[in-house]
T-cell receptor, first 115, second 116 residues
Framework: DTGVSQDPRHKITKRGQNVTFRCDPI?????LYWYRQTLGQGPEFLTY????????KSRLLSDRFSAERPKGSFSTLEIQRTEQGDSAMYLC?????????????FGEGSWLTVV | AQSVTQLGSHVSVSEGALVLLRCNYS??????LFWYVQYPNQGLQLLLK??????LVKGINGFEAEFKKSETSFHLTKPSAHMSDAAEYFC??????????????FGKGTKLSVIP
């Protein structure tokens, strides 16, 4: 069990560029989540996958954001035409199948700075 | 819909003193409740959770929390603070089933400082 892995850990990009983050969940975890955390705030839910199916999306996930989990294993979160307001930490998390009380394990996050 | 209010964005305690971090929640259905800890530039680590059963929940590092339905609270306590407890603490809620389950709703966090 190596934990949830995220890459890159830090990304600085110019406004208008596209960025992509990758998440590798804990093996055998079929549920995968993306959250966003800005300075001084708690994490906010973005989207949730069960296997390869994207089951829920927050209204925070604008058209510039797209998440995929093509084979039900790793996931990518792409932000197109980045804006300064996208600067945040993007957290990936995973959990085992079962009820909503199952523990959700978080990765160490990917910091995005848009300049 | 769910919401979480953490009273006090910053709490300072002396080493060896009681730690009390407050969390109140709002939920239209029975909730599952969680406390996570975040160290600087790191992700979140689960301290403890309440799902069903005993309302006093014990977690890692000597922390515990009590679910009080009548007060809609889930306060986090530790009898004796240690320097290593300095971190940010987040309370979170999710409905036990139905719409929005599997989505954690977090409070804004409480930063705990421990004074030697």
């Amino acid at each position: 069990d190596t934990g949830v892995s995220q890459d890159p850990r830090h990304k600085i990009t110019k406004r208008g560029q596209n960025v992509t983050f990758r998440c590798d969940p804990i093996s055998e975890h079929n549920r995968l989540y993306w959250y966003r955390q800005t300075l001084g705030q708690g994490p906010e839910f973005l989207t949730y996958f069960q296997n390869e199916a994207q089951l829920e999306k927050s209204r925070l996930l604008s058209d510039r954001f797209s998440a995929e989990r093509p084979k039900g294993s790793f996931s990518t979160l792409e932000i197109q035409r980045t804006e300064q307001g996208d600067s945040a930490m993007y957290l990936c998390a995973s959990s085992l199948p079962g009820g909503s009380g199952n523990t959700i394990y978080f990765g160490e996050g990917s910091w995005l700075t848009v300049v | 819909a769910q919401s979480v209010t953490q009273l006090g964005s910053h709490v300072s305690v002396s080493e060896g003193a009681l730690v009390l971090l407050r969390c109140n929640y709002s939920s239209s259905v029975p909730p599952y409740l969680f406390w996570y800890v975040q160290y600087p530039n790191q992700g979140l680590q689960l301290l403890l959770k309440y799902t069903t059963g005993a309302t006093l929940v014990k977690g890692i590092n000597g922390f515990e929390a009590e679910f009080k339905k009548s007060e809609t609270s889930f306060h986090l306590t530790k009898p004796s603070a240690h320097m290593s407890d300095a971190a940010e603490y987040f309370c979170a809620v999710t409905p036990y089933s139905g719409a929005g389950s599997y989505q954690l709703t977090f409070g804004k966090g409480t930063k705990l400082s421990v004074i030697p």
